[in-house]
């Protein structure tokens, strides 16, 4: 059964600490993407890969840095340079590499917080 | 550039009765445009699409939403609620990225 696996389900970090998200699709997406959710606001997204070994910065990108080594992988590390890194992180893959029309397919996020 | 509202941040409504998600957008070309339900802890899953074919668009479990260009509105609507409809949805709309917007929470009440 196709889709997107992130882990873990539940993240907590230290003071200091950098810490890293995982996502995995088996959907043969070329585009995918992190987004940033909090609450009672709609998704921000944080990077975006349209394809292997190449990736761009989205609206909130400081404090964050992400890797494309491979298509069915885009991890995302929580830098110690991001301040109020508590929120619920949502990965997404689509067919297209941004394009309008296609929609998108998202994990079931990792809730991270603070210690 | 492209930006959706939410017009309402919670709606409640009685089961068996209709259901109404109001969304307007703006955007300087033909957008597509989506909406997405969330329930707790978990990701967003698409309920519909328009991407500039039928101004009707019928989605997944009983939902349907209407384009309309001149009131640049993409109502999310229902006829009748069911309690596993509670969650929060997302009207998205999309030219180059996807814009999301805050979400509305819908409440069902027994």
């Known amino acids: 059964d196709g889709g997107i696996t992130q882990s873990p389900k539940y993240l907590f970090r230290k003071e200091g600490q950098n810490v890293t998200l995982s996502c995995e699709q088996n959907?043969?997406?070329?585009?995918m993407y992190w987004y940033r959710q909090d609450p009672g606001q709609g998704l921000r997204l944080i990077y975006y890969s349209q394809i292997v070994n190449d990736f761009q910065k989205g609206d909130i990108a400081e404090g964050y840095s992400v890797s494309r080594e491979k298509k069915e992988s885009f991890p995302l590390t929580v830098t110690s340079a991001q301040k109020n890194p508590t929120a619920f992180y949502l990965c997404?893959?689509?067919?297209?590499?941004?394009?309008?029309?296609?929609?998108?397919?998202f994990g079931d996020g990792t809730r991270l917080s603070i210690l | 550039a492209q930006s959706v509202t939410q017009l309402d941040s919670h709606v409640s409504v009685s089961e068996g009765t209709p259901v109404l998600l109001r969304c307007n957008y703006s955007?300087?070309?033909?957008?597509?445009l989506f909406w997405y339900v969330q329930h707790p802890n978990k990701g967003l899953q698409l309920l519909l699409k328009y991407t500039s074919a039928a101004t009707l668009v019928k989605g997944i479990n009983g939902f349907e939403a209407e384009f309309k260009k001149s009131e640049t509105s993409f109502h999310l609507t229902k006829p009748s609620a069911h309690m596993s409809d509670a969650a929060e949805y997302f009207c998205?709309?999309?030219?180059?990225?996807?814009?999301f917007g805050a979400g509305t929470r819908l409440t069902v009440k027994p």
């Open positions: 959907l043969n997406h070329d585009a």
């Open positions: 955007s300087s070309y033909s957008p597509s």
């Open positions: 997404a893959s689509s067919i297209g590499s941004k394009k309008g029309n296609q929609p998108q397919h």
């Open positions: 998205v709309v999309s030219v180059q990225d996807m814009r």
